[in-house]
């Protein structure tokens, strides 16, 4: 099975995709976990990678692809794989079609888990994570028993600079300014699927495994 995994920031897409591993024999592979595979390996499309991001720079679209090429291509991935962060944009899709039309595959089943936007600048902004032991609390939807503080080991509660409301909400419309030419993509295809995340993950995740299981 050949997935992608879209949702906007605060979604719950995470949570999903490790539900999704520890269910499914394929690989969980993320664009960040990519690259810095990639580069340890020192791939080719590794190296070519590496010079982009040691000059702070984005890394070009032809060799993102190409470092997915080469991810693609590995053993582990011969049952599928569930590819999470990319593509991000209608030309990184079109591409991504072509390197697996080559190995003689598709994208079977685009998942996309959808919430409400006062939702997600509620859960991104409600976000706090404890500078000690990295354990994330919100103090809307599961605070901690004392304000600031984290329950597991005392350490201070902080706020990541991208979670406060105006960086929020800004990151909300690039998302969705970016992510829609993508969604009409994949429903022209036929095989995208919206998710409800503004549910218990485990009922969002029994949603998306009958999905999975559709493609066994």
């Given at each position: ?27 969980h592979i993320s ?50 794989f569930l590819l ?129 299981e559709n493609l066994?």
């Open positions: 099975m050949n997935v992608i995994i879209m949702g906007p920031p605060g979604a719950g897409k995470g949570t999903q995709a490790e539900l999704i591993k520890k269910a499914f024999p394929i690989p664009t960040g976990d990519m690259f810095r595979e990639a580069v340890s390996n020192q791939t080719a499309m590794g190296l070519e990678a590496k010079k982009y991001m040691d000059a702070g720079q984005l890394v070009p679209d032809e060799v993102t692809i190409g470092v997915v090429e080469e991810r693609l291509a590995q053993a582990d991935c011969a049952q599928g999470d962060g990319f593509p991000r944009t209608l030309p990184q899709a079109e591409a991504l079609d072509r390197v697996l039309a080559k190995m003689g595959k598709k994208i079977e089943l685009a998942l996309n888990v959808f919430v409400p936007q006062d939702i997600l600048l509620a859960r991104m902004t409600g976000r706090v994570s404890c500078s000690a032991c990295k354990t994330v609390y919100n103090t809307k939807f599961n605070p901690p028993v004392k304000e600031g503080v984290c329950d597991k080991c005392g350490g201070e509660l902080t706020q990541r600079s991208d979670d406060k409301e105006e960086t929020a909400r800004n990151r909300l419309k690039v998302y969705a300014e970016q992510t829609q030419p993508l969604l009409d993509y994949y429903e022209k295809q036929g095989n995208l699927k919206n998710v409800d995340g503004d549910r218990d993950p485990q009922v969002v995740f029994a949603e998306i495994a009958q999905a999975l066994r």
